[in-house]
């Protein structure tokens, strides 16, 4: 009996020393902060031309805030171009570490394809880890001038050549709204590299494109607008940019109850901007630390001023916040996506490959 008794006491003795040696290995087993990322490379995913805005917000902003990650890890940026930001967002979701060893920057347009197309996206906006927008502009529909297109409304008796880089992209649907709510003749021609869409402009292969940020004029060609070479037909946010009064704002041009709620939808992504984030699943504390190098940086004096050097204009909104404003757009009432689906149905969307040889910048695999 006493040597049952020893026995069974011999095995618990040794079954708690087992488990107190894994609650033991629990904290070592988990790296700190620092420890993860010392020595460690991490990769930018870019889903925007190279040398578009994307482009430019993602290298400069990932290169700062790396130097504010305990370890400082080493960004390795790497383009995935396709699909209007699909290709990278569907990446980022699915097949990208969700360590924290990874972060990204996709288009501003993916939490209204989820709603609107959702058999084209693999992944659910709500629950990436969204880091931050550093500028929050509003978005415009721009022209060449001296071709007759002086107005909106110019637009609604003659037909305008659009250029736009992908059908989900804003440079395609806000045309493409426009045509059919508010009866405009915009003739939209999808893809354009963004980083073209300006040259074919100003070569008179297209008469505008579809979508820019007014910031992005502002620092990319702020010769064009001092020369008035480009007119703003519309812009499209939350509320009119200081420095465009008279230009109307999509939510502004709503006739109804129904157009005002999906011109508002359109309008929510502005928020979205040119932002970076974190695949889902990425431990918190990991993004957390991601989420204060990005607040540290952008109210860094240094990098403002840098910032202001490379044209890069700072109006960010930050990590916690555009969580929930992301969230809120991902649950939008199931009728206002199905307003705003039949908002984009019913006009011909013309192919860049079907559009003519002269178009010297449409894509080359689309030309062959």
Same mark, same amino acid.
């Given at each position: ?132 927008? &550093? @500028? /929050? ?5 721009? #022209? =060449?001038?001296?071709?007759? %297109? +002086? $107005?909106?409304? !110019? ?124 695949? &889902? @699943? /990425? ?5 957390? #630390? =991601?989420?204060?190098?990005? %607040? +540290? $940086?952008?109210? !860094? ?68």
């Amino acid at each position: 009996m006493i040597g049952l008794q020893s026995a069974r006491f011999a095995i618990l003795f040794s079954f708690l020393t087992y488990a107190g040696s894994l609650f033991a290995q629990t904290p070592s087993q988990t790296p700190s902060i620092e420890a993860f990322y010392k020595d460690r490379q991490v990769s930018l995913i870019i889903t925007g031309s190279p040398g578009s805005i994307y482009d430019m917000y993602a290298r400069t902003l990932s290169y700062a805030m790396a130097k504010r990650i305990p370890g400082e890890p080493t960004i390795v940026p790497r383009s995935m171009v396709g699909g209007g930001h699909l290709v990278g967002a569907n990446y980022l979701y699915n097949v990208a570490p969700q360590d924290g060893s990874v972060i990204g920057s996709i288009g501003e347009t993916m939490p209204l394809v989820q709603l609107l197309e959702p058999d084209q996206v693999k992944f659910d906006v709500s629950r990436f880890n969204w880091i931050g927008n &550093p @500028n /929050v502009a509003n978005l415009t529909l721009t #022209v =060449w001038s001296g071709k007759g %297109f +002086d $107005t909106l409304q !110019d637009a609604m008796t003659k037909t305008v050549i659009i250029g736009a880089s992908g059908a989900t992209s804003p440079s395609s649907t806000t045309p493409t709204l426009l045509n059919n709510i508010l009866g405009a003749k915009f003739k939209v021609i999808n893809g354009f590299p963004a980083n073209q869409l300006d040259m074919a402009m100003e070569r008179g292969e297209i008469d505008g494109r579809g979508s820019a940020q007014w910031e992005w004029w502002k620092i990319s060609r702020p010769q064009w607008i001092k020369e008035k070479k480009i007119t703003i037909l519309m812009q499209m946010g939350p509320r009119k940019e200081p420095d465009l009064p008279d230009v109307p704002l999509l939510n502004d041009l709503a006739r109804t109850t129904e157009e005002r709620q999906v011109f508002a939808l359109y309008s929510s992504t502005v928020v979205v901007g040119r932002p970076l984030l974190m695949p &889902p @699943n /990425v431990p918190v504390e990991r993004v957390a #630390v =991601w989420r204060k190098a990005f %607040f +540290d $940086t952008v109210n !860094d004096p240094a990098f403002l001023a840098e910032a202001k050097k490379m044209k890069l204009p700072i109006n960010p909104i930050f990590g916690e916040e555009m969580q929930r404003a992301i969230t809120e757009i991902a649950l939008t009432p199931k009728h206002v996506i199905d307003l705003s689906k039949a908002a984009l149905e019913g006009r011909p969307v013309y192919e860049c490959v079907q559009a003519g040889s002269d178009l010297q910048t449409c894509i080359g695999s689309a030309k062959k």
